[in-house]
């Protein structure tokens, strides 16, 4: 007894509910600031709304054999974007499951996923981060399969020069069921694009960029765990007597100005820089990216 001074008359144990079974969500044994309200989904009763990010609702359940159980969570969410936690009392996660956008408080839908449980009492909490869904039953039965996160496999990246020509990025995956795609940490030393599933990088300067591919979930398999490699972009180097192929993106018309020179550095290569009073002369001049000092 830490704080006395009240008097006690009596107080009941009850057990836990017996799982596999049907729970609805306003029945919970405790739980933070939700509330219950009519509910105009089937079967009519009572939903618990209010649920606020970080909310939780506690269940104490008795599981009759340890094993894997497929839960259904019955729910409605005006606006998408919340996801449902099933954690254990030791507050580890046992399975979690998005909620669609259903474009209104009381258009209920049923989404499904799977947690292993340990067979025995227990406390199921239902954990709400974001929240701001609504909450009428949950379902649990013996059995489903369980989904693992599906993993990339992305090799490590050789160092590009700049002048190379594009190239494919390539990555493999566990999970054919979903693409991968990839992106760029920094578009201004390389770029990814995507045609018809097959992925291209381009250089475009000098520099470091970090490249990440993901995968999304799909029916069988969790998202995957982002891999990322570093792509180094050099440079380009001449040595001394080597041929430079002549570029026609690199060439340039000058005139006698003394200004608005700056767009043959910008590094768009592929702009004629036409400035000045218009006087174009009867010759031209170009630029290559063979540099050893940074611009
Ligand atoms: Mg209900």
């Given at each position: 007894m830490v704080k006395g001074n009240w008097n006690l008359n009596w107080f009941e144990a009850?057990?836990?509910?017996?799982?596999?079974?049907?729970?609805?969500?306003?029945?919970?044994d405790v739980a933070s600031d939700v509330r219950p309200e009519t509910t105009s989904d089937d079967g009519g009763g009572q939903n618990l709304g209010y649920i606020?990010?970080?909310d939780w609702m506690d269940y104490n359940v008795t599981v009759a054999s340890a094993g894997v159980y497929t839960f259904q969570f019955r729910v409605a969410n005006s606006y998408g974007n919340g996801v449902i936690y099933i954690k254990s009392e030791d507050g580890s996660t046992l399975g979690s499951v998005t909620v669609p956008r259903t474009y209104g408080w009381q258009n209920w839908t049923t989404v499904s996923t799977t947690a292993t449980l340990a067979a025995?009492?227990?406390?199921?909490?239902?954990?709400a981060n974001p929240g701001a869904w609504n909450f009428n039953w949950f379902n649990v039965t013996q059995g489903g399969t369980v989904q693992s996160p599906a993993v990339i496999t992305f090799a490590a990246l050789p160092n590009k020069a700049v002048g190379d020509g594009d190239f494919n990025l390539v990555a493999t995956t566990t999970?054919?069921?979903?693409?991968?795609?990839?992106?760029?940490?920094?578009?201004?030393?390389?770029?990814?694009?995507?045609?018809?599933?097959?992925?291209?990088a381009s250089v475009v300067s000098a520099g470091t960029s970090t490249i990440t591919a993901s995968q999304a979930a799909s029916a069988s398999f969790l998202a995957a765990t982002n891999v990322s490699q570093t792509q180094i972009v050099t440079s380009a180097t001449v040595a001394a007597g080597q041929k430079i192929t002549i570029d026609p993106k690199r060439w340039y018309q000058l005139n006698n100005v003394s200004n608005g020179l700056d767009g043959l550095f910008d590094g768009i290569t592929d702009v004629n820089v036409e400035t000045g009073w218009?006087?174009?002369?009867?010759?031209?001049?170009?630029?290559?990216p063979c540099w050893t000092v940074k611009r």
């Open positions: 009850v057990p836990g509910r017996s799982l596999p079974a049907k729970i609805e969500a306003e029945s919970f606020d990010d970080g025995g009492s227990q406390v199921l909490r239902i954990y999970n054919s069921e979903t693409p991968v795609t990839f992106t760029s940490s920094n578009p201004s030393v390389l770029t990814v694009s995507n045609a018809s599933g097959v992925w291209k218009g006087k174009v002369l009867p010759n031209y001049d170009a630029y290559y």
